[in-house]
């Protein structure tokens, strides 16, 4: 009898775990329909997934990339894991870096809604419950929308790890023990390898958790569970050491002056789905029924005075609470959010509201069940209310055609796939605009996806772009304004100078336009650059041209290196700009045949130089640019300092013909260095250093002995249990 | 519920849900502007300060879709065209939870389910200005309810006259409606033949057969073109796998304001109860329970919307017949069903919940008028201010208030309202089309216009032809440049208007060459049809002709080229009017001859918009 009790019991568990799976499928749909995303922060993802593919592929150093932002750290201040999955499995698919990558959503998608019912099943839910929370987890509308929708595909991460850590939380804190320690101080960093700033708000509710913990138990388990979470985040950091050490140390230097903009917090019309969503912060439909359930949920509790009884509602609270404060604070928001959206901390809601809104499904059957209408068919009923009301929600087109997105573009990318292209810089239509998100933003990263480009510009975030973009970003604005400017037919002399500071090879741009009247619309390429027209067509939208600068951009060379005052940072619309660029841009004088300028601005502290005799000519042959480095072949007509269109890090390492040079930064935040005379093989590129190296040998052996410890003993007691079972 | 509290709560409701047609100007119902205007023209339509029965021909009867017309257009001999037109509205509005009370009655289920039928008020059918249809959908409830009461009735003679009345009105409505109506009365009759005597069988039928020879006959015979290989491309396209997922997933999206995810929530629920409910009804009684009494009726009715909903061909000899229009009054018929489930419920919660739903629903749709009257409160004084009997075109760049308010595109038929006040043209009307009750005459007028992207038909050429220029939302880039040389006549709120100030000077030039040239030579003058009065002064011995009527004149053979010719022309660059057919050459500018006469243009205003032509 308690066999077949039993057996029945897993039938069903069976049956509910297949029912959450089929809703996790129908839920998750959206994200493996073909087609390319339409949200614009899902771009940076797909260019950090590429880079792990890339780095897997030429087998190169990985975290440095010089294909944007004339080189920079990649990845080094933003997590990792959820590209180094996708760009794991892209290299295992063949490049197929989109699918990789929506895969890879698909199934972490599916996974947190499993999870979740696991977690749900360790706080004690019964089966049907366990289902009901898992699927209220995974339908809420807003989620999807802002993780695959906006494109905060890390979030996915987060949703599958958020309740691991909460369940290894409470293992840990029912049984202190080394395997509990080693199961979340694992779970915690690969938190942290997710997305930093989730994580660290995913620590504060944990926390909170283990605040009540405290507050309930006795003073000897206190303890024990104590020291042994304090283990726990020891694992945690040696484990994620490799990611963590090196942004901890290098965040101060490193990071970009940023220009603070207030993001407003979502509407809560919309959430409640009173207004249609209008754009990326207003947020989502949270789901009247889920709604309905978590205030009925809230209202028992406070009626039967339970709410601070544990995590579940506080943590609900203080999730909403984190979302709408910041418009009440005119200072203090860039700390709760790190210069993002507030509406991400609806995600602890979801998270909360998975497990609150059982508790209105509990109160609400055993009503409905007194109905004779509905009888037993109560959680039926409420089920289908969930599912009507979320799931339709959930199917959406997050992806456009690859001829929706890139038009013309897709031929140009074939095209420059061919092309020696050194950095490419997209100005869409010519106009003034430092901070036009397609061209900074979107552009660059379909460049590199597409067509392998490197480019000036880098993926957002800019918190931490190279500080040459200080020039960069107003210099590029100066050279679009001339694009766009019809009352002149040639390039000005400071756009030249400028596509060859910043080391541009090829540009994509519309024409400039003349005229455009009843006859006929009259458009022309400036001089300067040698064009290529073929994509300016009649009904074509846009018409594009891609310009080639006719001489190989990356190197100048000089007789002189002065010193120059240290610039000062002040604003442009929403970017920090030097405030010396125009004057530094105009006291340059550049032969772009002979590869000379007349001067290396340096920084103010250090010596002046000049060489003496005539202007060095220089000419480069065999330039090969990959993510580690770069290698050129360069003649020089005398000895000279050669300024390099890369930016400038200290870890950068210079070889000519096989021995280290030492690099110096210039003023404008590049490279620069002493060539003799004659034919040199010049590298440059990323090299370990110590703690990098150690940081990465630690976590190593972190993840590994966590591994070691946790995984056999349970191996192991799952085979005395499996030989326990056997009938004597 | 008392009785009491039921006819008292049927009154504040009716109140709360009639309030937003009367607080605001302009009502945000998509088609609407074209109807009213319709009402308009045929009101002035022998006015002969306006000319309408030139521009315009009458296909009144038998014509579908002209129940808005005829209604508004008597009630407008003793109100204003506005008032009238919200007369209309508020019937509709309350026509709804009235017909659904009726049907509920009739078949005997929970009378206060009715106050649910105010949740329709404002549907689908509402928000697109699908006016007659709107009428239409209760109309077919107290049909159908008045059929069920005849099948048990022994004298059925007054209903008889009533139900041929509601088929009459049906056709009027819209031939869709009555299409709908008469499937669902003769499948409703040949399910319960076995109970009725031969006599009243017959009789039953006579209400049917009555208004099918009256109206859709006619109709059928004056419309048919043997347009079957269209029909069966349209069964082919909407009876399909992908058709029909789609049908299914907007159904909740096609009932009423789209973008209020509170009232589709109502929607579901109220969706879920009734399947739910239904199946425990199978479950506690045998599925036969279905068939019997007045369970079998209300399952055909459904089974036969269903049907309608998701099979439906789009179009039908050039009649729009979307089945979406459906949605509505399937949820109508689910109401019905839950009032029949909950047949004997009458308790607190319930009650509460009576209450509730209609208050939160009114109060919503409420403030929702009140913040699209809001975006649209000076449109009226805007237009207002305008030269009368102009040509005005519409540009919406954005087609709904921001934010969107009900989810649909309320604004591109604005301009109808030039019309209506100005006695101008509009850019785009539904005098276009030929089966309206009113189209334009041959050639148009102006030239057709796309109707939901007016940019792609104005720009880069075509917008010499009009006047004014009202614009929503902001532009696309090239459009801008053209924009520019306009001069905006005034800007509230996001609406803008913008005069046509590069061709009005060009007719300030025209003018004055007018003025200073010796011109007694000549005795006549072609000039585009529909110029503003206030451009042009031409010199009292030319006898003015325009390009419209001389073409029509010409088409039609009432006159021929030397009635006309000699004469001084002018021509208005890039005119694509149908006239410019017989016209087209003068576009280029150059001397040309057409039969014996030779056109040679002798003047250009300085950006070339207007050519003066000698033609002798």
Known sequence: MKNWAKKT????????????????????????????????????????????????????????????????????????????????????????????????????????????????????????????????????PWRIHYAAGIGTYPLFLIAVFLPLAFIALERLLKNPSLKNSLFLGLMLSLLILSHLVYAVWSFFFLFLRFILYLFSQANRSKLKAFLFSLLALLLTFLNSAFFLLPFILNYKNYSFPQVY?????????????????????????????????????????????????????????????????????????????????????????????????????????????NFSMVGKGASYLLFLIIIFDCLPRNIFPAYQSREELLGLRDEIYEILKREPVVKLVDIDIPTEGIDIVRRICKFPAYGFLFGNCPTVYGPPYHQFAPKSMLYVYPWINQLAFDLGDSTTPVLSENSLKIIRLCGISHIISLPTLLTWGADSTVVCLKDGLIWDNRFILAGAKPPLAIGEYPYSPLFLASNVKKPLPTETVTQEKSFSIADDWQTLLEAIEIDHEKGFCNFIPIKENSQQQILDGEDPEIAITNLALTHSKVEAELLASKDCFLRVALSYYPELQLRLDDKNIPLEETKDHFITFFCPAGRHNIKISKCWNPFEKYAFYLSLFSIGLSLVLFIPRNYSKTQKQKIGDIPK | MTKREF??????????????????????????????????????????????????????????????????????????????????????ILLFPLALWFLIKQLGG??????????????????????????????????????????????????????????????????????????????????????????????????????????????????????????QEQVRQYISPSALWQNIMNLFQRIGIKTDQSLIFIFKITFILAIL??????????????????????????????????????????????????????????????????????????????????????????????????????????????????????????????????????????????????????????????????????PNPLPRIDEWTTWNSIFPNNWTIYDYFLVYGEPRLQDEDIIKKWRKVEEKGNWRIYENLPVKKAWEEINNWLSQKDLSKYNRILIPPFVDEKFIQIPTHLKRFDYQTVAKMILTKRISASDIFPCLAIWLKDDNRDYAEIFGYMNTNETFNILEYQFTPIYNSTKGYLIIYDIR
């Open chain 1, 9 to 140: 019991f897993k039938l069903k568990e069976k049956h509910i775990l297949l029912a959450l799976l089929l809703i996790a499928l129908l839920g998750s749909q959206s994200i493996i329909y073909s087609g390319y995303s339409v949200g614009v922060d899902a771009w940076p993802h797909f260019v950090r997934t590429k880079f792990i593919y890339d780095w897997l592929r030429n087998g190169e150093f990985p975290f440095f990339s010089f294909f944007f932002y004339s080189g920079y750290p990649a990845l080094r201040f933003y997590s990792p894991l959820l590209y180094l999955i996708a760009g794991s499995l892209a290299w295992l698919l063949g490049g197929q870096v989109f699918w990789a990558m929506k895969i890879v959503l698909f199934l972490t998608n599916i996974l947190s809604g499993l999870l979740f019912y696991w977690w749900l099943k360790e706080i004690g839910k019964d089966s049907f419950q366990s289902f009901f929370g898992s699927m209220v987890y995974l339908l809420i």
């Open chain 2, 277 to 442: 409910t239904t199946f425990n009804l199978i479950r506690q009684k045998g599925v036969r329970q279905l068939w019997k009494n007045n369970y079998r009726m209300i399952f055909l009715f459904i089974l036969i919307t269903l049907i309608f909903y998701l099979f439906f061909p789009g179009e039908y000899t050039e009649a729009v017949f979307l089945n979406e229009r459906f949605a509505p009054l399937l949820f109508l018929l689910f109401i019905t069903l839950l009032a029949l489930n909950f047949s004997n419920l009458n308790n607190r919660i319930l009650r509460y919940i009576l209450i509730l739903i209609p208050i939160l629903v009114g109060i919503n749709i409420l403030v929702r008028f009140i913040l699209f009257g809001i975006d649209t409160k000076d449109l009226k004084a805007m237009i207002s201010r305008l030269n009368e009997r102009g040509k005005l075109v519409g540009l919406f760049y954005q087609r709904r208030p921001k934010p969107d308010y009900f989810g649909y595109d309320v604004y591109i038929h604005f301009p109808c309202y030039y019309q209506i006040y100005r006695q101008g043209l509009c850019g785009f009307s539904f005098a276009y089309i030929r089966y309206s009750p009113i189209v334009y005459e041959e």
């Open chain 2, 110 to 231: 929970n009378e206060q389910f009715a106050l649910l039928g105010f949740l329709f008020s404002y549907n689908y059918n509402l928000f697109w200005g699908f006016l007659g249809v709107n009428v239409g959908i209760p109309l077919i409830l107290f049909l159908i309810g008045l059929e069920i009461s005849s099948l048990t009735r022994d004298r059925v003679e007054f209903n008889l006259l009533l139900m041929t009345i509601l088929f009459v009105m049906l056709f009027l409505c819209h031939s869709l409606v009555y299409i709908f109506s008469v499937v669902v009365y003769l499948v409703i009759l040949l399910f319960n033949l076995k109970l009725l005597p031969w006599r009243k069988r017959i009789s039953l039928t006579l209400p049917f057969i009555i208004s099918f020879v009256i109206t859709f006959l006619p109709w059928q015979a004056k419309q048919f073109r043997g347009e079957g290989s269209e029909l």
């Open chain 2, 7 to 92: 006819l008292i709560l049927f009154v504040v409701f009716s109140i709360l849900f009639v309030l937003p047609v009367w607080l605001v100007e302009f009502l945000p119902f998509v088609d609407l502007p074209q109807h009213l205007n319709f009402v308009h023209i045929l009101r002035n339509y022998h006015n002969p300060k306006l000319h309408y029965n030139k521009i315009y021909v009458l296909r009144l009867f038998p014509t579908h879709n002209t129940f808005h017309l005829f209604f508004n257009y008597l009630l407008s001999f003793l109100f204003p065209l506005a008032i009238a037109n919200k007369i209309y509205l508020t019937i509709s």
């Open chain 1, 261 to 369: 903009e207030k993001l407003p917090v979502p509407n809560p019309l919309v959430l409640f789905g009173f207004l249609s969503e209008t754009g990326g912060y207003t947020g989502f439909y949270l789901g009247w029924s889920i709604i309905l359930l978590i205030g009925l949920a809230i209202y028992l509790r406070i009626r039967n005075k339970e709410f601070f009884q544990d995590i579940v509602p506080i943590g609900l609270t203080v999730s909403l609470l984190l979302t709408f404060i910041p418009v009440f604070l005119p200072r203090g928001e860039p700390l709760l959010t790190a210069g993002l959206p507030p509406q991400r901390f609806l995600f602890f809601f979801v998270f909360f509201a998975g497990i609150l809104a059982i508790e209105g499904f509990t109160f609400l059957k055993d009503r409905f069940s």
